[in-house]
Each structure stands twice: as structure tokens, then as C-alpha cells.
């Protein structure tokens, strides 16, 4: 929850970077930069252009790490918000652009979004990209609810949704009575339900509308 005090982890680490150490953003780098690289990958569909945001949300997270708010949730949850509006920023740079330039002769630029990232001109509506702001923005939500629910709930629903056991079969592999596998899967599935709840509109990180 926001209010949930963070892990020590994270704490330290925004400190480090605050002193400006290198090695710390190193050790954030790779932890979470292919959360952030899928993230915007889910948005822009091109690698180039998710390297592009996963190089702008680590540069920003490097630049202005008091901009993490430890009240507010998890470094994790920071990163992913950053990658996750960056990319829909991206995505909506290459739309207006390709607005611009609906004959496709490159007069508006060359990638709609500088660096590869599929746009209007790539047969995409506006409808389309916004479908997949959408998804972007479950995908970013039930990453974050898997990760931080807690290990018996995600352990169920692991067993249960990617390793296709039934509840008896995971209940006997998690050493827990059938009822409790159940009682475990509803409500992992009920913490799951959530991430389609809309995320509230905001725009890229401050300073970073533009390439690195």
C-alpha cells in the first residue's frame, strides 16, 4: 500500500544515487531495466525506441532521484510509472507526427518517434495506439501487483496460471490443504482484478521530452 513504509532497499539505494554513485546506478540499472524496456516495449512495439525510454528513465532516475517519493509506493513502482508515461509520451510524439505528415515522405521526420517506433503511418489508428496505452497500462499494473503480493498468493498463482496445475495439484506442491489453495488463488485473482483500474493521466518525466 502507499502508505506502507518501503523496503530498506530502496531507501538506500535513492540516497546512494543522491550522492551520486555510479555503482548504484549500476545495481538499479539492472534490476529494473528490462521491466522498463518491456514496459515501453508494450507501448511502442520497437526495440529502438524502447531503448530509447529505458535510457531517458534511468537518466532521469540518475539526474533526479529526489523525485522519488518513498510514501507514495516502492522504487519499483516509481520506475515502471516513469517508463510507463515516457513511453505513452513517445507514443503520442509519433502520432502527432505522423499527423504531420500523412504522406509518409519523411518531411515531418524520419521515425515517428526518432527512433524506430511504430506509428500512424505504420497502419496504426488512433484508436489502436490508444488500445495499447490501455494495455500497457494493465500490463504495468498486475507487474506490480504479481511482484508485491505477498509470497504465498503469488507462489498459488504461479503453480496455478503458468505452470497449469489445477488447485489440488497446487495445494500438494505448496504443502497446504486444498481449501487454502483456493482461498490463495481467489485472492491473488482478486488483487489481479484491479489492474485494470484506469491510471490517472500525467505527463513524462520533467526535462525529458526530447531525446537523451
Partial sequence: MANDAPPRWDRRMQQRLARGEAAALGELYDRFAS???NLAHRVLEDDDAADRVTREVFGYAWENPDAYDPKQGSLRSWIAT????????????????AAADPA????AGDSPAGDGATGARGGHTAEDIEERIREASVAARADYIVTSMPAPLR??????YFDRRDYRQTAAE????????????????????TARAPLPEAGPPPGYGRAL
Fill in 82 to 97: 516513469l517508463a510507463h508515461r515516457q513511453a505513452v509520451h513517445r507514443l503520442r510524439e509519433a502520432e502527432a507526427r
Fill in 35 to 37: 521491466l522498463v524496456h
Fill in 155 to 160: 507462489a498459488a498463482l504461479e503453480l496455478a
Fill in 104 to 107: 509518409g515522405d519523411g518531411t
Fill in 174 to 193: 505448496l504443502g497446504v490443504t486444498e481449501d487454502e489453495a483456493r482461498r490463495r488463488l481467489r485472492l491473488g485473482l482478486q488483487l489481479l482484478s
